[in-house]
């Protein structure tokens, strides 16, 4: 598994019904790609959910590089954005553990990215087991769609994103809040449970 997500920030006054129409005339168009688990179309509103900004931010979850390598530089997706916002920069990071939760069947409407930084001292195997646990605590949590752990070992950041049918929990101050446009899930059922090695 590997993840990774570009973020197109937008004017505070950009009409973001430009996004949602885009979003609901191509979002199909990766319901069915090969090498893709997931792709969510994100959006972050100035203002909802305590944004400041106004952003359009796809995740994506590969199961074959290959294959995210050719979206990306092969004619197979990304030129379209390309086109029409300029070249983002591409965050991304290496595949650690994902997990289906109750309400996987269901069309998630909310998502939320927590990155932590991975400090130098730091006994990451340990870091990274607790994260672990915490995951599989959080697979049973009503309204879970689905949860992922990944790490950025350029930055040393552990990534945890996670989907929801409603509303996320507001637990956490430092957490980024989306909202859920569409989900293409080609591939999601196939992701193993737990950890990924």
Do not use: C
């Not at 168009?29 to 792709?39: E, F, P, Q, T």
């Not at 070992?153 to 507001?170: I, S, V």
């Amino acid at each position: 598994m590997y993840a990774k997500q570009y973020e197109i920030t937008l004017p505070a006054d950009y009409d973001m019904g430009i996004i949602r129409k885009r979003v609901a005339e191509r979002g199909h168009v990766l319901d069915d790609r090969d090498g893709l688990a997931l792709k969510a179309y994100l959006i972050r509103e100035q203002g909802v959910d305590g944004s400041p900004v106004n952003q359009y931010a796809p995740f994506y979850l590969w199961q074959d590089i290959g294959r995210m390598s050719e979206f990306l530089v092969g004619g197979g997706g990304f030129q379209g954005i390309v086109r029409d916002f300029g070249r983002p920069a591409v965050h991304h990071w290496a595949g650690i553990a994902s997990v289906a939760g109750p309400a996987r069947s269901a069309a998630p409407r909310a998502a939320t990215r927590h990155l932590t930084a991975l400090p130098a001292t730091a006994d990451l195997t340990a870091l990274v087991e607790e994260a672990q646990a915490e995951l599989g605590e959080l697979a049973g949590t009503p309204g879970l769609h689905t949860a992922a752990l990944a790490v950025d070992p350029r930055h040393w950041q552990l990534l945890r994103f996670t989907l929801w049918e409603h509303d996320a929990p507001a637990t956490d101050p430092a957490v980024d809040r989306y909202q859920v446009l569409h989900l293409s899930a080609p591939h999601l059922a196939e992701l193993p449970a737990g950890r990924h090695w």
